[in-house]
C-alpha cells in the first residue's frame, strides 16, 4: 500500500518529510489490515507511534487505514503541538500523549487499550528539533548548547560539558559518541572550561577541530559529529529508554501485530537486533532433535537484516541516508 504524492506534499508543509514513508506503510499494512481475533466487530485497529514528531508518518498511517486509531507519544511538547495541527482533521481517532517512549506502559493503560497492533519507533534527534537552531543539536550554527528533547527536562549539553569528572565525560564520548579521541577531547574540555564555561555550540566546534588531529578529520567526517550524538544520547537517555521501551512495545503487541524500528546510528540498531534475535529464538536447548514444548519463538523477523533507503528516496529526503529499518511480527501469544 503506498503513500499519495498528495500525501508526502501536505508533510511537507509541516517542515517534516517522513523518511521512507511508502515502505513504512508496507510494512505495517498486514498488522492493521488483518482479521484480528483480539478484536471484537467494529473495534478499531491500534497503531502506537513512540515517535510522533511531526506527525508525518501517523498522517499517512490515519489516511491510508482508515479504520486505525493512532497513539502519539512524544516527550517533546513543541512537537506534538505542530502534530495536533497537523492531525485535527481525523479527529478523536488520534490521541496525543507527552512522554518519553518508555513510558508505553503508562501511556497505553491512560488510554484505556490492552491490545496494540502496530507500532512505530523513528529514533534519534527529528528533522525538526535539528532545522531548530535554538534547540542546540545542529554542529553547524552556533546555539546554546541545550539538547533537550523535552524542555522542561533538567540536564542540558552545558551541563555534561561543565560538571561531568573527566571519567565519566570520556565515558560518555567513547560509549555513545564511539569517539576515538574521547580521553584527550575530555582532558580539552576540562581545562577549556576552567576558564570559561560552555554555554554554545560554535566554541565546542572550535575545541573539537583543535583537538582531533587532521588527518582524521579529513577522512572522518565533520569532528563535531560523534560528540555532539553522545551528548544528545547522554541528556536525553536515549539508550535508556529504548531498551526499556522496545520489549515493552514486543510485550503489548497482539498475535500478528508489527513492530518496525527505524535507527539512525549503530548503538541504536544493535540494541534493536539483540531484542529481535532473542525474540525469534527457540529457547530449546542447541542439539535436540526436535523442539521441546513451549520453547517455540512467539515472533518472526519481518525484514531480512536491515532495510535502508533506496535511490529514489535518498534523492527525495536525503536525510534517509544513514537509516536502518527493521521490522518484526508476533506469531503466537505468550503462555502463562
Known amino acids: 500500500m503506498n503513500a499519495s504524492r498528495d500525501d508526502e506534499r ?34 478499531q485497529p491500534v497503531f502506537v507511534d513512540a515517535t510522533l514528531g511531526a506527525g508525518g508518518h501517523s498522517e499517512l498511517i490515519l489516511t491510508e487505514f482508515e479504520q486505525a486509531r493512532v497513539i502519539g507519544i512524544d516527550r517533546d511538547e513543541s512537537a506534538l503541538d505542530i502534530a495536533r ?5 481525523f479527529g478523536d481517532r488520534v490521541s496525543f500523549h507527552q512522554s518519553r517512549f518508555d513510558g508505553i506502559v503508562d501511556v497505553l493503560a491512560a488510554a484505556g487499550v490492552d491490545h496494540i497492533d502496530g507500532v512505530l519507533f523513528d529514533l534519534g534527534v527529528s528533522s525538526m528539533q535539528l532545522d531548530r537552531a535554538d534547540r542546540g543539536f545542529a554542529y553547524a550554527v552556533d546555539a546554546p548548547l541545550d539538547m533537550r528533547m523535552n524542555s522542561d527536562d533538567d540536564l542540558t549539553a552545558a551541563d555534561v560539558l561543565n560538571t561531568y569528572s573527566h571519567g565519566d565525560l570520556a565515558r560518555v564520548l567513547s560509549e555513545y559518541g564511539e569517539e576515538r579521541f574521547a580521553g584527550k577531547i575530555a582532558s580539552a574540555v576540562l581545562r577549556e572550561r576552567d576558564r570559561e564555561p560552555f554555554t554554545t555550540s560554535g566554541r565546542l566546534v572550535e575545541l573539537l577541530y583543535a583537538t ?10 565533520h569532528p563535531a559529529k560523534r560528540t555532539f550524538q553522545a551528548l544528545r544520547i547522554e541528556v536525553n537517555h536515549e539508550l535508556d529508554a529504548l531498551r526499556v521501551a522496545l520489549p515493552a512495545a514486543l510485550d503489548a503487541l497482539a498475535v500478528g501485530g508489527r513492530v518496525v524500528v527505524m535507527s539512525y546510528q549503530s548503538l541504536e540498531d544493535r540494541i534493536v537486533k539483540r ?34 533507503a533506496g535511490e529514489a528516496e ?16 508476533r506469531i503466537e501469544r505468550n503462555r502463562s
Open 10 to 43: 501536505r508533510s511537507g508543509e509541516f517542515g517534516h518529510v517522513p523518511v521512507m514513508a511508502r515502505r513504512i506503510t508496507e510494512l505495517l499494512a498486514p498488522a492493521l489490515t488483518r482479521q484480528n481475533p483480539d478484536l471484537a466487530p467494529g473495534d
Open 85 to 89: 495541527d497537523r492531525l485535527a482533521r
Open 212 to 221: 582531533i588531529p587532521a588527518a582524521t578529520r579529513r577522512t572522518g567526517g
Open 275 to 308: 531484542e529481535f534475535v532473542s525474540r525469534t529464538t527457540s529457547t530449546s536447548p542447541p542439539g535436540l532433535p526436535v523442539e521441546l514444548p513451549g520453547t517455540a519463538p512467539h515472533f518472526t523477523l519481518v525484514t531480512r537484516g536491515a532495510e535502508q
Open 314 to 329: 535518498l534523492a527525495e529526503n536525503p536525510r534517509s541516508a544513514p537509516v536502518r529499518v527493521r521490522a518484526i511480527e
